[in-house]
């Protein structure tokens, strides 16, 4: 009754108060009943002919608050106050748990080819470099020169930092003479996705209305990375507006079929890995573009927690989806690099710090691991997907069988396509998103133009499904410490996605000798202990190290 009287008053002070917002012009199409009769059909729903009258009374007050709005610039760094976050109430973590120890095994001597060298882990190459067998310039120019020559037929490079690398390369070489040596990435060459920005350096979002975009400021993981001594070498390409493979400059190939597109939009970061072009990569999430990529190439992507590495300086797709993860050769390259990209920066209100706990010989024996027999089976399972299910038993873990309710998870993507909208309002309203390469109805330009036609209350609604299929997960993660998965099974690159949870793609074997990969999903902030079991189970599927042929 209170909300009753108070939206009456409300309603009232309406009629009697002249608006002090803009109101649609003259020069606007007239909005009639039979207007909104149509945009009904838009939003799946159905007013009578008197209700239409009633908000055909109001309506122009609406539009006039979108369009005082849009006088108000917004940039792609600004974000929503609203700040998603993967925790439910009620769940507790170990914030004291902080250990990282790497694995101790030695690296063996040093190649005599290049090409043995280039295509060597991080675990390896951060040994020689340390004991000075391995120059950090020497590995730097070595990548350089590969980038130049397999880069232009693999597409996956935007522009290359050549005079930038080889300053951090020589600075890497003299602090670890004088014996300052930063740890495992010190003297590392590393590719960026193009989409961190780099100061003084092109930052183009794979996209060509921000071909000539030139940023002022390191993003964070750019910094960090430059504080644990890594020597950036390029910055890697991505499909436009990270969406695909498809970039303003061509279609980044896959190192195993250069006839085939890298999928993805983490494309650059995966190929140039894949082919040994550089030592490690960042790459992206929002919905499988770690994930796909690193199917499609053979690599190893880590997509960690929601909020667990800062976004700060990276282009904004969705705010509630966004992750930043590494894209390595091996599972322990990965969890190399998020120790040192992690952490909480105050440009990302999302991020946090929490415990990393990780250790290279800690053995998984006993580790609850679920997955559901349905996810094996079906046209869409492979001899791969069925030999990892086979290869995690003798690890001596406990499979437990799960299932998932038949809910329409699929609708939850919806949330990708009207976060980017927003993201991106600009290029639709001025008409610049004409200017994208791809222009197909599953392209980002007929997206976001159907994503302004999503009613508010929609996504308030797929939000508070979102919150279920929160609880829902939270609830599977407590009978078990990760799941097994074939990578697109189930809906769960979704649903994770959507739960922040993380994740841990790895190369399982080969079909038709192109690559094919399993995922693990594990607990939020527990991508130690998954990269754990993805190091057990790599060794046990001994897949890892094939190289490409890049024909």
Same mark, same amino acid.
């Given at each position: ?54 908000? *055909? ?5 609406? *539009? ?81 020169? /590969? ?32 014996? /300052? ?43 960090? *990375? ?185 609708? *939850? ?139």
């Amino acid at each position: 009754a209170e909300r009753e009287s108070t939206a009456r008053a409300a309603q009232q002070q309406d009629d009697e108060t002249p608006p002090t917002i803009p109101t649609v012009t003259e020069d606007d199409p007239a909005i009639t009943a039979r207007t909104i009769a149509q945009a009904e059909k838009l939003a799946a729903v159905r007013y009578t002919e008197a209700e239409r009258e009633l908000v *055909l009374k109001t309506i122009d007050r609406q *539009l006039g608050r979108f369009k005082a709005r849009r006088e108000v610039a917004l940039d792609n760094h600004h974000a929503p106050a609203t700040v998603f976050d993967p925790r439910l109430p009620g769940m507790t973590f170990d914030s004291l748990r902080e250990r990282f120890v790497r694995s101790h095994e030695p690296p063996g001597p040093l190649p005599g080819g290049d090409e043995e060298i280039a295509f060597a882990p991080v675990t390896k190459l951060s040994r020689w470099i340390e004991s000075r067998e391995l120059s950090s310039e020497r590995l730097t120019r070595l990548y350089l020169e /590969r980038l130049k020559t397999h880069g232009p037929k693999l597409e996956c490079v935007v522009t290359l930092t050549e005079e930038l690398a080889l300053m951090q390369a020589r600075r890497a070489d003299d602090e670890i003479a004088r014996g /300052r040596y930063r740890g495992p990435l010190h003297g590392i060459p590393w590719g960026a996705k193009d989409l961190f920005d780099t100061r003084g350096i092109p930052t183009t979002w794979g996209a060509q209305p921000y071909r000539e975009r030139v940023p002022e400021r390191d993003a964070a993981v750019v910094k960090k *990375l430059e504080e644990a001594g890594a020597v950036l070498v390029a910055k890697l390409t991505l499909g436009a507006l990270a969406y695909g493979d498809v970039w303003f400059g061509g279609t980044t190939r896959n190192p195993w079929n250069l006839r085939q597109g890298s999928s993805g939009s983490s494309a650059g970061s995966s190929a140039a890995t894949a082919a040994g072009l550089v030592g490690f990569a960042l790459g992206t999430e929002t919905y499988g573009s770690i994930v796909s990529p690193c199917m499609r190439c053979g690599a190893t992507g880590l997509r960690p927690t929601f909020g667990r590495v800062p976004r700060t300086g990276a282009m904004a797709l969705c705010w509630s989806l966004d992750k930043v993860g590494p894209i390595t050769r091996t599972v322990e390259d990965a969890a190399l690099v998020l120790s040192a990209i992690r952490g909480r920066d105050d440009g990302d209100a999302n991020s946090i710090d929490m415990p990393l706990d990780f250790d290279a010989a800690r053995p998984v024996r006993g580790r609850r691991i679920g997955y559901s027999p349905q996810w094996f089976q079906g046209e869409r399972t492979n001899e791969v997907d069925l030999q990892a299910l086979e290869a995690i038993k003798p690890l001596d873990v406990e499979l437990v069988e799960l299932d998932l309710p038949d809910w329409p998870y699929d609708s *939850l993507a919806a949330i990708v396509g009207i976060e980017a909208a927003a993201a991106f309002e600009e290029l639709t309203l001025t008409d610049r998103d004409d200017e994208l390469t791809r222009q197909d109805e599953n392209a980002w330009p007929n997206i976001f133009r159907q994503a302004r036609l999503a009613p508010a209350v929609e996504l308030v609604q797929l939000d508070r499904f979102r919150r279920r299929v929160m609880e829902m997960v939270a609830e599977r993660f407590e009978k078990v410490e990760a799941i097994l998965s074939p990578s697109f099974a189930a809906s769960l690159l979704l649903i994770t996605n959507m739960t922040g949870h993380p994740s841990l793609t790895l190369r399982a074997g080969f079909v038709n000798d192109h690559p094919h990969g399993v995922t693990l999903w594990g607990r939020l902030y527990e991508e130690g202990r998954l990269c754990e079991l993805g190091m057990a189970l790599e060794r046990e599927l001994r897949v890892w190290d094939r190289r490409p042929g890049m024909e």
